[in-house]
């Protein structure tokens, strides 16, 4: 097993000098050094062909011993340092002091074909960061975590990527409803990949401490190394001042937060778009790249409902329900320019952009449900389409990926027939009132007449909705069902999911038991739409 080693992290960032694995406060330090936990029999359960390929191995690498051992934290390879982050957060509104990678190792760089991947094992044991936890994963939460990056990456949605998924042997104790009773379950380590693993919260922590000095080491870092187009844009503005402090000035702070404020509003949207429903958008869950990142009790709508959140935490307030997701990144946001101000020391350039993203959020959203419903010009009226639509889906329980996509069937010359079109979305057929069905049958209508004033032709109409609804994603029973196959040492409907959301977006008639309706026995389970951060 070859791997291009690189540690760009480690040698340009500050560590902590304390190596000794204890819990603890680490302060003017990006990281700890820490040795993943050895772990009791660990097993592969599933390699992903194409990211051993992204990083320059094969599949023969993957069934070696040192695969095995790497990949689960039983060997540390020669001239690598594991490493654990420091980062604070903002959960559920609130800051919460330190968090950091309780459970997450780095272990590494690698390059190939001239990208940079970080490494990372989730579930690999304790860090000074741990906090009261035991820093592994149990199978369940894994499962969902490897199917679903992948999932989100075929998707065309940013994401981080997942290589393997592995038990450890041992057993972890959680208390999945945190109802007081305890269970053990199989313990699994998940490797993943990422250009960076960096937060929102890795900035948060050193403003919230006023350790500038840090802040603005670890800031530059990131401009230097995933927004290095910033620094020749300000520079050559700047030619009046010294080269040193043209390479990155304050003009590039802000312009770095609006890349970061633009990469975030483009995956959320992308989240609207597929009904996905991250469930804990805390600032340390929010990717300074923008990708979707930290897959806990995450789901898919399935009937549509913007009130809709699987996890059970947030079962109160609702925090983070889909319909408000573009709403909660603005916020979050909020909080990435309060940690970068202390670098600018001026709120107007940030609020520019703050307020750029209010209104982008609009426009992108309307943009992206235009796209949905195949509309390739744009119209002053289709935000009270797009309007009338959702209330309409609201109206009964409608599935909202069977809808979408078989919109694509829609018969623009008889509009009332279009119910039939749609009508396997519909949950409970008996719950269509007359009422419902007129209702609906006005929206066939006024979506028929916008067609026809839409200069593009039905076929490509077709093709275009067919690329952006997807017709499989991986529902909350689907990540259930493989995972209590797992848990019984079965794992062909891992690989079966695995295969089958490579091609989100295609007709895959093998598999059109996939593209069905939610059922009955998932609605009120357990894993199916109730998750909790019990992981
Ligand atoms: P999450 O919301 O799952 O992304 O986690 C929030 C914080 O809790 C992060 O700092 C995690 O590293 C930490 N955490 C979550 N689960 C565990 C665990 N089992 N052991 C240690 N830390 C954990
Ligand atoms: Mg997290």
Redesign the pocket.
């Known amino acids: 097993m070859k791997l291009n080693i690189n540690n760009t992290f480690t040698s340009q960032l500050p560590a902590d000098p304390i190596t000794e694995n204890s819990r603890r406060q680490v302060t003017k330090a990006c990281y700890s050094y820490v040795t993943p936990k050895q772990t009791a029999k660990p097993e592969l359960i599933h390699v992903s062909p194409e990211l051993l390929e992204t990083i320059g191995l094969t599949n023969q690498d993957a069934k070696s011993k040192t695969f095995l051992n790497v990949f689960t934290g039983n060997t540390v390879l020669e001239n690598t340092t594991p490493y654990a982050m420091c980062y604070g ?1 903002h959960q559920f509104g609130h800051w919460a002091g330190q ?1 950091g990678d ?1 459970r ?1 190792i780095n272990l590494f760089e690698v390059e190939h074909d001239n990208v940079n991947w970080k490494v990372q094992l989730k579930g690999a044991g304790a860090t000074p960061y741990s906090r009261t936890a035991d820093g592994l994963a149990v199978l369940r939460s894994s499962v969902r975590e490897y199917l679903c990056s992948e999932a989100m990456y075929h998707l065309g949605i940013p994401t981080t990527r997942a290589l393997s998924l592995a038990l450890s042997g041992d057993q972890v104790l959680r208390d999945v409803l945190y109802n007081g009773n305890p269970d053990y379950e199989k313990g699994a380590i998940v490797s993943r990949l990422a250009p960076s693993f960096l ?1 929102f919260g890795s900035f948060e922590i050193f403003a919230s401490r006023q350790d500038t000095a840090t802040l603005k080491t670890v800031v530059d870092y990131t401009i230097k190394t995933h927004y290095p187009h910033l620094i020749a844009t300000s520079a050559s503005k700047n030619t009046a001042t010294s080269h040193q402090e043209a390479e990155i000035n304050k003009q590039t702070y802000v312009q770095f937060f609006n890349d970061v404020a633009t990469r975030s509003l483009e995956m959320v949207i992308h989240w609207q778009r597929v009904g996905f429903v991250h469930g ?1 958008m ?1 600032t ?2 929010m990717s300074i790249l923008g990708l979707t ?2 897959y ?1 009790p995450y789901g898919w709508l399935e009937g549509y409902e913007p009130g809709w959140t699987p996890n059970t935490t947030d079962s109160q307030h609702k925090r983070y329900q889909f319909g408000t997701q573009p709403d909660i990144v603005q916020w979050n946001l909020y909080q990435l320019a309060n940690a970068l101000y202390p670098l600018i020391e001026e709120a107007e350039g940030l609020e520019a952009v703050l307020a750029n993203y209010a209104t982008q959020k609009d426009i992108q959203y309307l943009q992206m449900m235009r796209s949905k419903l195949g509309l390739s010009n744009q119209e002053q009226l289709d935000a009270n389409l797009i309007q009338e639509l959702e209330d309409c889906l609201q109206l009964t329980e409608t599935d909202m990926t069977i809808f979408f996509r078989n919109l694509a069937l829609f018969n623009t010359t008889t509009p009332s027939q279009n119910l039939v079109v749609v009508k396997d979305a519909f949950y409970n057929l008996k719950e269509v009132s007359e009422a419902i069905k007129t209702r609906w049958n006005l929206w066939f209508e006024s979506y028929a007449e916008r067609l026809q004033r839409d200069p593009i032709s039905a076929e490509a109409r077709i093709k275009n909705m067919n690329s952006v609804n997807p017709k499989y994603v991986l529902r909350n029973y689907m990540a259930q069902l493989a995972i209590d196959d797992a848990d019984k040492g079965d794992y062909r409907l891992i690989e079966e999911l695995f295969n089958l959301l490579k091609h989100p977006y295609a007709e895959q008639p093998k598999h059109e038991k996939w593209f069905a309706k939610r059922p009955e026995w998932a609605r009120n389970k357990v894993g199916c739409s109730m998750l909790s951060c019990s992981s």
């Open positions: 957060g968090l309780g997450a937060r804990v805390n340390d869950n990142i930290d806990g």
